[in-house]
């Protein structure tokens, strides 16, 4: 048995969606612990693609049970259409439960969201404007509604009446955008309410009894590291915590209860919306990694940007998140390249930085300092297993574990379910220490 958080360890976009549903097979339960409809994953099964934004990727097996927990901000409209869209494909949604205590983006949220940002300017975030970061400003805020408030109606017209006739002043007097009928509100969240019923439950304590049961539990996190609203690239971040702490705060569970982490970090690094990207390619090379790697966002369609990978942040994300090993996707996307570079420290005003530095403004600064390596100049599609790689890329894999001085236990070498090789069970196996061999850290047991 083994309970296990699955991050990304970059700017997200990493493709932890196939990791997780790759290691959902081995799982009883499925956790997504923060993040709400601004999150995408993409799964591939038998040629079909499956696009989730609130439901856990586990939900593609009939006898996983799928928890969207309290730490997660819910738009019960989105997470309805997604419903639909699998019952509609003959998945079965019966084992979706949803936290209680999970709030809930409501239409003013939205609206606030794309609103802010425009006003903005120049100075924006690159928020997908889906009111994620409002919902959870009116959590701290304590005027937030939960999923509770929705199951009782005469509870949830008070509040709303109150919370929307409060939001209308921001939204006609800073905004100069047309007020919003609260009972218009009302009705359609008691609607959403009627069909969401069935699936809502007091999470921490279901998750809880997994425990006691010895299941596999599976944490699911959504956006990546550096997107962290504590430890990312602030303020260019999302509104929650992606990092592996978040799964505790965010599914209520204890940490003594978590017993490894898996970081997703591709083969090179993508970027959505504002803020510092050091490696970032401009031209010809840039736009080959976002065609051969089809880098445009699940939630909001917008394009990636992309650029070499950064061991700098690598070894940011595993010291933040306590890494036992790493998955590499998407190494397929690099088949053609003559060479690769790697960025194994930054400059800073001519002096050398070997670590993730917090102040953004230094960050906007920082000059990456490259390693070049030979590319392989075939494809590797077809690989199942590391001796099916051509050396050179079996090499770079080499260089990243030993640049963020943690173990590879998956590499994916394109979007199927198949098309991955496992180096080392990441559920299943043994807890792990790091110990090199020939200069490859390997996996053995503690």
Same mark, same amino acid.
């Given at each position: 048995m083994a309970n296990v958080v699955v991050i990304g360890a970059q700017w997200g976009d990493e493709g932890k969606g196939k990791i997780t549903d790759l290691l959902s097979k081995s799982a009883d339960v499925v956790v997504r612990y923060q993040g709400g409809v601004n999150a995408g994953h993409t799964v591939v099964v038998s040629g079909q693609t499956f696009k989730l934004h609130l439901i856990p990727s586990g939900i593609l097996y009939p006898d996983t049970e799928c928890i969207i927990g309290s730490g997660t901000v819910i738009d019960p409209r989105i997470l309805i259409q997604e419903l639909d869209q699998l019952e509609a494909l003959n998945i079965s949604t019966h084992n979706l439960l949803i936290s209680q205590t999970a709030h809930v983006t409501m239409p003013y949220h939205r609206l606030i969201d794309q609103a802010s940002e425009e006003r903005r300017g120049t100075h924006k975030l690159g928020t997908t404007g889906r009111g994620i970061g409002p919902t959870y400003a009116?959590?701290?805020?304590?005027?937030?509604?939960?999923?509770?408030?929705?199951?009782?109606?005469?509870?949830?017209?008070?509040?709303?009446?109150?919370?929307?006739?409060?939001?209308?002043?921001?939204?006609?007097?800073?905004?100069?955008?047309?007020?919003?009928?609260?009972?218009?509100?009302?009705?359609?969240?008691?609607?959403?309410?009627?069909?969401?019923?069935?699936?809502?439950?007091?999470?921490?304590?279901?998750?809880?009894?997994?425990?006691?049961?010895?299941?596999?539990?599976?944490?699911?996190?959504?956006?990546g590291t550096l997107l962290d609203l504590d430890h990312g690239t602030y303020p260019y971040v999302t509104s929650s915590n992606p990092v592996a702490g978040g799964a505790c705060v965010g599914a209520g569970v204890g940490p003594t209860m978590i017993d490894r982490v898996i970081g997703v970090a591709k083969a090179y690094t993508t970027r959505v919306g504002e803020g510092p990207f050091p490696t970032e390619l401009h031209g010809e090379l840039g736009e080959l990694l976002c065609a051969r790697g089809a880098e445009f966002g699940t939630t909001t369609g917008r394009k990636r940007r992309c650029g070499w990978f950064d061991a700098v942040i690598g070894r940011y994300a595993v010291r933040i998140n306590g890494l036992d090993c790493l998955a590499i996707t998407k190494l397929d996307v690099l088949d053609e390249l003559d060479e690769i570079k790697v960025c194994v420290a930054y400059e800073i005003d001519g002096q050398r930085c070997d670590h993730f530095p917090a102040n953004a403004?230094?960050?906007?600064?920082?000059?990456?300092?490259?390693?070049? @390596? !030979?590319?392989?100049?075939? *494809?590797?599609?077809?690989? #199942?297993?590391?001796?099916?790689?051509?050396?050179?890329?079996?090499?770079?894999?080499?260089?990243?574990?030993?640049?963020?001085? @943690? !173990?590879?236990?998956?590499? *994916?070498?394109?979007?199927? #379910?198949?098309?991955?090789?496992?180096?080392?069970?990441?559920?299943?196996?043994?807890?792990?220490?790091?110990?090199?061999a020939n200069g490859m850290p390997v996996a053995a047991q503690a």
């Open positions: 009116d959590k701290s805020e304590r005027t937030g509604i939960r999923i509770l408030d929705l199951m009782e109606p005469e509870g949830l017209r008070k509040q709303v009446r109150w919370t929307v006739n409060y939001k209308n002043v921001i939204l006609e007097k800073l905004y100069n955008l047309p007020p919003l009928d609260p009972e218009e509100v009302i009705e359609q969240y008691l609607e959403y309410a009627d069909r969401l019923r069935p699936h809502v439950v007091d999470a921490s304590l279901k998750i809880y009894d997994a425990v006691k049961r010895r299941r596999n539990i599976l944490f699911e996190g959504a956006q403004r230094q960050f906007a600064r920082c000059e990456p300092v490259y390693e070049t @390596v !030979p590319g392989w100049k075939q *494809s590797t599609e077809d690989c #199942r297993s590391l001796e099916d790689l051509p050396k050179q890329a079996l090499d770079y894999l080499k260089f990243l574990a030993e640049l963020t001085e @943690v !173990p590879i236990a998956i590499v *994916s070498l394109g979007a199927s #379910r198949d098309q991955t090789i496992i180096v080392e069970d990441p559920i299943h196996g043994p807890k792990r220490a790091l110990l090199y």
